[in-house]
Nanobody
Framework: QVQLVESGGGLVQAGGSLRLSCTAS????????MGWFRQAPGKEREFVAS????????YYADSVKGRFTISRDSAKNTAYLQMNSLKPEDTAVYYC???????????????????WGQGTQVTVSS
């Protein structure tokens, strides 16, 4: 079993930055891929960014490419999402997730993720 706890959300003005953290406990997640997703009010949850177990491969939604950066520190069992140049449309609850699947995994698909955090609210004011 894996528990994920997100932190770092908050209220920020457009153009500002936030860094989200996702800390895993219960099982080392250093060998597994992880991702960030978000859900805005009235909308479906959507992919934001993901990173392979080694950290060597990263993936981003087109809407955040060039503004967000995903990284991980396996020694701390923690993954990060650095969000710069935030826009009001980035307002959502952000969730981290971990997949226990090995081999070739489509890290952009919600269906591959086995564990999810409780989410952290990000609000960007205009």
């Amino acid at each position: 079993q894996v528990q994920l706890v997100e932190s770092g959300g908050g209220l920020v003005q457009a153009g500002g930055s936030l860094r989200l953290s996702c800390t895993a406990s219960g099982r080392a997640f250093s060998r597994y891929g992880m991702g960030w997703f978000r859900q805005a009010p009235g909308k479906e949850r959507e992919f934001v960014a993901s990173i392979s177990w080694s950290g060597g491969s990263t993936y981003y939604a087109d809407s955040v490419k060039g503004r967000f950066t995903i990284s991980r520190d396996s020694a701390k069992n923690t993954a990060y999402l650095q969000m710069n140049s935030l826009k009001p449309e980035d307002t959502a609850v952000y969730y981290c997730a971990v997949t226990m699947r090995s081999g070739t995994v489509t890290l952009t698909a919600m269906s591959v993720y086995d564990y999810w955090g409780q989410g952290t609210q990000v609000t960007v004011s205009s």
